[in-house]
């Protein structure tokens, strides 16, 4: 009886309703192009710029619902800062699979991440088409836009208009169909280039052994390195970190059963299975392979699953790296549905230290945070450096697994902790933080996040000064619909629309 109050106590607490949490996740069919009128607050007359996110903007195909928010056709919100004024915009992404299913009016793709054509398995069986849905990341470097699916080239659209200009190769140094990661970093200042910044890209080629190929650009959107490295075992990386001399990325525990995938029963995500009695390898890439005699080096720590790092930096032969693990990877059940998720069931992410000795090649882990989090940002000119911020979606509680409601500050050196909560009717997205032009202290900016509003299903554009999440948001711009739940984005001080 004690049992069923303290249950039902801890149910009356919960700082979210799952139907609440569900409106975040219609589709939207709609493309808008206005100015943002409705807002809370000031918008920071220094805040010039252009903040890009991407995400699946349909959540379904003529009614016919996807299976995994995943494989959502990608759509881009484009909200451009100008003189104190902001102004919206989005599209979505016409890739090949997007325009041939709203012209057909029905899925005609199989998803990663479970989305099968209807007709059962018959329909399914050995069709290997998967659909380049462009829904990860979006970029703009070398004065080019890039909508990223880690799994095939970049698609390339006009900052100005968000129109879809085709896919990107490089000059021809990426090949029809090859991947090319959603998760590149920008080296603030690479040594091999004599100081100027350079975006580092990665991308996997999954088979009994995996082939992990490493991009470095140039400022001009060049890709100016090129190298590949085979590892033993089956991959599924999602995300990476660079520090000045190498790349590091975490082989997480899985295997990969294709038979089913081949056989049309299950989705190439379904596929996945954790295996928590293996260790995690961490894969050690040097930026300069001809110049580095070890070569490849691959350490082991314990069983867990990544998708997102902070941040890496060496000290010495040291190298720390900062992460949000999990416990298992929660599996894509064929029959779920991710609307009826029981997110107390699940292992919250939480962030972990790693700190690798190349010399006795030793790995020793910590728990830095035990708050669920999720999408981390820096400041971007300590990436790949020892750094002291970052900003991250989190939990309203402080203990157990629930959606992102808020965003945490974390002073890693002090272990000063801010939050600032959305909850109960607010659900966070992935924060980005913008420096504050010619700032000197590394929380002198702003974290900028889309936060859905159940009570009016629309989303917010929050804004808080970085230094002080206790003044609370120092603006908060009310669209005039809501964004569905989006992966990742990022910003640039580059304007591209009149506001
Ligand atoms: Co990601």
Not at 63 to 69: D, E, K, L, N, Y
Not at 309 to 328: Q, R, T
Not at 348 to 369: A, H, M, S, T, Y
Not at 402 to 417: I, N, T, V
């Amino acid at each position: 009886m004690q049992n069923l109050e303290i249950r039902e106590n801890a149910v009356r607490e919960k700082s979210y309703t799952r139907a609440d949490w569900q409106g975040g996740y219609d589709s939207l069919t709609q493309e808008f192009d206005y100015q943002i009128d409705d807002v809370e607050g000031q918008i920071p007359t220094e805040l010039q710029g252009t903040l890009f996110r991407n995400g699946p903007g349909l959540l379904d195909v003529n009614g016919q619902r996807i299976h995994h928010p995943f494989d959502g056709d990608g759509m881009i919100s484009r909200i451009t800062f100008v003189n104190g004024h902001a102004h919206f915009r989005n599209r979505f992404i016409h890739t090949e699979g997007y325009l041939a299913e709203q012209k057909a009016g029905k899925i005609l793709y199989r998803g990663v991440f479970g989305t099968q054509k209807p007709g059962g398995w018959l329909a399914n069986l050995f069709d290997f088409q998967i659909k380049n849905i462009a829904n990860t990341n979006v970029i703009y470097w070398g004065n080019k836009l890039l909508a990223l699916w880690e799994a095939a080239e970049p698609h390339r659209l006009d900052p100005y208009t968000l129109e879809t200009l085709g896919r990107e190769y490089f000059n021809g140094v990426l090949s029809t169909g090859e991947a090319f990661g959603a998760h590149p970093r920008l080296d603030p200042s690479c040594e091999q280039d004599g100081g100027a910044p350079c975006l580092v890209n990665f991308s996997i080629k999954p088979g009994l052994s995996t082939t992990i190929t490493i991009f470095e650009l140039n400022p001009a959107g060049e890709i100016i390195r090129k190298h590949a490295h085979s590892v033993p075992g089956f991959c599924f990386i999602h995300d990476f970190v660079v520090t000045p001399n190498y790349c590091i990325l975490f082989q997480n525990p899985v295997s990969f059963n294709p038979i089913p995938f081949a056989l049309g029963i299950r989705a190439a995500g379904e596929c996945i299975k954790f295996q928590p009695n293996q260790p995690t390898r961490i894969i050690i890439i040097p930026r300069t392979p001809e110049k580095e005699q070890t070569g490849v080096r691959i350490l082991e720590t314990q069983s867990g699953f990544v998708f997102h790092h902070i941040n890496a930096f060496e000290v010495k032969d040291e190298i720390f790296i900062d992460s949000i693990c999990y416990e298992s990877l929660p599996e894509v059940e064929p029959e779920s549905d991710f609307r009826q998720v029981d997110f107390e069931a699940l292992t919250p992410g939480q962030l972990w230290r790693f700190n690798l000795n190349l010399k006795d090649g030793i790995v020793k882990q910590e728990l830095i945070e035990k708050r669920c989090c999720e999408f981390p940002t820096i400041h971007p000119a300590n990436v790949g450096r020892p750094y002291r911020y970052s900003y991250i979606g989190a939990a309203h509680a402080e203990t157990g697994n629930a959606p992102l409601q808020a965003l945490l500050k974390m002073d890693l050196e002090s272990g000063e902790r801010q939050i600032w909560s959305a909850a109960p009717l607010g659900f966070m997205g992935e924060p980005v933080f913008v420096p504050r032009p010619g700032s000197q202290k590394e929380d002198d900016g702003w974290v900028l996040a889309l936060v859905y509003d159940a009570a009016h299903h629309r989303s917010d554009v929050v804004i808080l000064d970085a230094s002080d999440f206790s003044k609370g948001a120092i603006a908060r711009l009310h669209l005039k619909h809501h964004i569905p739940y989006g992966l990742h984005g990022s910003f640039t001080s580059k304007v591209f629309a009149a506001t």
